[in-house]
């Protein structure tokens, strides 16, 4: 009975000893056959697919790889992206159509192409932006394109200069009058007046108003005792 299973050993021993090394990978104590084209994995079970190949039918296939794309070495999807210009269309690589005044993008999605600086989009081809004048071009995908230098208000595709009464300033907000009255002054039909402060009053915080000084309350438009 010995001698049967030191038989059994030595036949087991020298059909290990005759398959390559690279070629198995044990598991559990059973010897799994790498396919071509693969390599074992360094830790776990199993084997993967070497680079520019994909697992099929328990071995490796080579990915074809269309003209004008590259290898992603990725386990989903195709297995490639096609190159800067070039778009994926029913397997293969199709150059990109980039309109005049426009630039190829390295995306998966959208048109493919993006407009110069100073063209705008406009049913599929580039336009340039109409800079009127006393304006300059803003670099936004929203809004004209463009817009007014300080001192101006965009009207009708025109930057038109605002007016800054006497004793007023301009202001830096693209809302209101665009100017603001001086501090002592008060706006009163597109001018600066300036704030006549009643006896026992003094100028407000913003200084556009007065306020009664204590213990004095307005009353008629002066300053009374309560």
Request: with cysteine.
């Amino acid at each position: 009975m010995r001698q049967a299973s030191a038989i059994s050993l030595k036949v087991l021993l020298l059909a290990v000893l005759t398959v390559p090394a690279q070629s198995l990978v044990f598991a559990s104590d059973t010897a799994v056959e790498v396919p071509e084209h693969a390599s074992a994995r360094s830790y776990g079970d199993g084997w993967d697919c070497d680079q520019g190949f994909r697992a099929l039918e328990g071995g490796c296939t080579a990915i074809e790889i269309p003209a004008n794309a590259y290898s992603t070495n990725a386990s989903y999807g195709s297995g490639w992206k096609c190159g800067r210009g070039y778009r994926e269309h029913n397997g293969a690589c199709a150059a990109v159509q980039v309109p005049e005044h426009a630039y190829p993008t390295n995306t998966s999605y959208g048109r493919g192409w993006n407009c110069d600086r100073g063209y705008r989009l406009v049913e599929e081809a580039c336009v340039a932006i109409q800079v009127p004048a006393n304006g300059y071009y803003v670099d936004a995908s929203f809004g004209a394109g463009w817009e007014c230098e300080r001192g101006y208000r965009p009207v009708d595709k025109h930057c038109v200069a605002i007016r800054v009464p006497a004793q007023g300033y301009l202001t830096d907000t693209a809302f209101g009058s665009g100017w603001e009255c001086d501090h002592g002054y008060t706006a009163v039909n597109e001018n600066c007046v300036a704030v006549l402060v009643p006896q026992n009053a003094h100028l407000n915080a913003a200084g556009n108003d007065w306020e009664c000084n204590r213990p004095y309350h307005k009353r008629s438009g002066d300053c009374a005792l309560p």
